[in-house]
């Protein structure tokens, strides 16, 4: 049975996931190189997560991102591949653009947010680059920055602080960040 890459908060699908790691509260949590994280400032519960150390900043696949101001500030309102086609806009404060360089050598020039991000029962705030990450298998990256301190990497593993559970007869259906970009209908400012 698969599960959505991505859950929204206050999806009933999540009933029975702590998310929490195994470890005493003064030792850092180890996590594999894919989990569940989550970004509960931005509404998303769950999200597949790449945890890789060879990269300094963290990436969210974001589609249909769209600068604009509130109260003077800067800000983007975006979507994330693989949510269900009436998810709500996430918005976010733009912190930063900066020229990342990916892992093909190409630079581009990126938003970054800053959201809390929620891994192995712990929280804290963290920067993250918004990117169009369709060609790669997990629709978000967390990278050395938001790792260092925090946690222990086990490289070897997976899905070291666990999945949420459907609820009997519920079936998830897979979707990467390669997954159809869907239009969304431009909401007012």
């Known amino acids: 049975m698969r599960f959505p890459k991505i859950l929204l908060a206050g999806d009933p699908r999540l009933v029975g996931f702590s998310?929490?790691?195994t470890t005493a509260a003064d030792e850092p949590p180890v996590v594999g190189?894919?989990?569940?994280?989550?970004?509960?400032g931005l509404g998303i519960a769950r999200i597949h997560a790449k945890i890789d150390?060879?990269?300094k900043t963290s990436a969210l696949h974001a589609n249909s991102i769209e600068p604009f101001e509130r109260a003077g500030a800067p800000y983007v309102r975006f979507d994330?591949?693989?949510e269900h086609e009436d998810a709500p806009w996430h918005e976010a404060m733009v912190v930063d653009q900066r020229q990342v360089r990916s892992s093909n050598g190409s630079v581009e020039r990126r938003f970054v947010i800053r959201c809390e991000l929620a891994l192995a029962?712990?929280?804290w705030p963290v920067e993250i680059t918004l990117t169009n990450r369709e060609k790669m298998e997990l629709p978000m990256l967390i990278g050395r920055?938001?790792?260092a301190g925090r946690v222990l990497v086990d490289a070897g593993r997976s899905w070291l602080c666990g999945r949420p559970e459907l609820r009997d007869g519920e079936t998830g259906a897979r979707r990467s960040a390669r997954g159809s970009r869907r239009k969304r209908r431009r909401t007012p400012s």
Request: net charge positive.
């Open 53 to 55: 150390t060879g990269a």
């Open 33 to 40: 190189w894919r989990e569940w994280a989550a970004l509960p």
């Open 145 to 147: 920055q938001a790792l």
């Open 80 to 82: 994330v591949t693989g």
């Open 19 to 21: 998310g929490a790691g």
């Open 121 to 123: 029962g712990r929280a």
